[in-house]
């Protein structure tokens, strides 16, 4: 069956894993093979956000946010008990997870330390759709859940950097670090990271649903802009590997020594809050996208805040580049688990296109009735 299902995709969506890993190493060998283009790069940026990044990060959003039904979203928040899962998963577990994982790792590297931490804080408002999507879970869900963090995300990153990066260290014998991050800076980021492409998405569905009518919308034109997400995924992963791939290289260990914990804390996110979502009763779509949306985080955030507060080339900047090196495969990897999952304990078969990136962004489904050494210088 798994051969028939592999053999039905296309050549792009067959080798997903490959075109990401491939993008991956071209993204590092070109920051070391050709230092310029990093100087080339930061040419084109507005104060601490890269403009190609961006511009990748809108395009890869667009699709998927343009399939919601937002007519709907108003299912997403009668579900109290979902959305408390969601509050206690992303602004407690996941930053005291990762700040615990930081300072036992890390820290006699207080820099790489701290730059952990603030990729804890900053809870996923982006990549996060994409991989629910490949998953298979429930898009409306995601869209809710990603609105209800940016929210949080800019009223309260501020508060939580000055606790866990200023104030926490200090009850474990570590020196806290002063981190000025205003308001402002995280409602920019939100705002370009999301805001553009949901407001894109928004306007897009309503005015040709209105024109052109529902099934000329979801049977002609998602299909047509959907192939979109995997060529921006590509071109955003090589930038953002591509700014630090002569550290990546040069400093292999320290790569490896930033990953393990990350790694950890992406598993352990990822089956604690499908545990928790399971114990709920909620079916597989929104435990899914609740387990995506716990364990992933906003490195474009992070990376903004370490490169604003503590320079390009620190210790901070470096741990926050290395997250995406992390979290581009562990996702892959949840995204078959989540799958597995949904075989072995919802008693349901993963459609086909369960490993089609355009596939699985052009049919939106309804919402189910079911309820020290700071190295990098």
């Given amino acids: 069956m798994q051969n028939k299902v592999t053999s039905s995709l296309g050549f792009l969506d067959r080798y997903l894993t490959l075109w990401i890993f491939a993008a991956m190493s071209i993204g590092v060998l070109a920051g ?39 007519e709907e979203l108003g ?73 209800f963090n940016s929210v949080f995300q800019v009223l309260f990153y501020s508060v939580y950097a000055w606790i866990f990066v200023t104030k926490l260290p200090l009850w474990f014998g570590l020196r806290g670090m002063v981190v000025n991050v205003s308001i402002r800076d995280i409602a920019e980021s939100v705002f370009v990271y999301l805001g553009l492409p949901f407001l894109a998405g928004i306007i897009t569905r309503f005015s040709l649903v209105a024109v052109k009518g529902r099934t000329w919308y979801e049977k002609s034109f998602i299909p047509r802009i959907s ?103 562990a996702m892959i990897g949840l995204v078959n688990v989540a799958l597995y999952f949904q075989r072995r304990y919802y008693g349901q078969t993963a459609p086909a296109a369960s490993g089609n990136i355009s596939a699985g962004l052009a049919s939106a489904p309804a919402i189910p009735n079911r309820p020290a050494r700071d190295r990098p210088a």
């Fill in 32 to 70: 070391w093979a050709l230092p310029g283009i990093v100087s080339i790069l930061n040419r084109f940026s507005v104060g601490t956000t890269s403009l190609p990044i961006a511009v990748g990060l809108i395009l890869m959003m667009y699709p998927p946010l343009a399939k919601v039904r937002y």
């Fill in 75 to 147: 299912e997403v928040f009668r579900n109290k008990k979902i959305l408390a899962l969601s509050l206690l998963q992303n602004w407690l577990i996941g930053p005291v997870l990762m700040f615990v994982l930081a300072i036992v790792f890390l820290r006699e590297y207080p820099a790489y330390m701290t730059g952990l931490t603030l990729i804890g804080l900053a809870r996923c408002i982006a990549m996060v759709i994409v991989w629910n999507e490949l998953a298979k879970g429930d898009t409306q869900y995601a869209a809710g859940l990603v609105a």
């Fill in 227 to 329: 192939p979109i997400t995997l060529v921006a995924l590509l071109f955003t992963i090589m930038v953002m590997f591509s700014l630090k791939g002569e550290y990546i290289l040069r400093l292999p260990f320290d790569v490896v020594r930033i990953a393990i914990p990350l790694l950890i804390y992406f598993v352990l996110m990822f089956l604690v809050s499908f545990y928790m979502g399971y114990k709920l009763k909620a079916d597989y779509s929104k435990s899914a996208t609740l387990s995506f949306t716990a364990a992933s985080n906003n490195f474009e955030l992070a990376i903004a805040v370490a490169v604003g507060v503590f320079g390009i080339n620190s210790g901070e900047a470096f741990a926050a580049v290395i997250g995406p090196l992390v979290e581009v495969p």
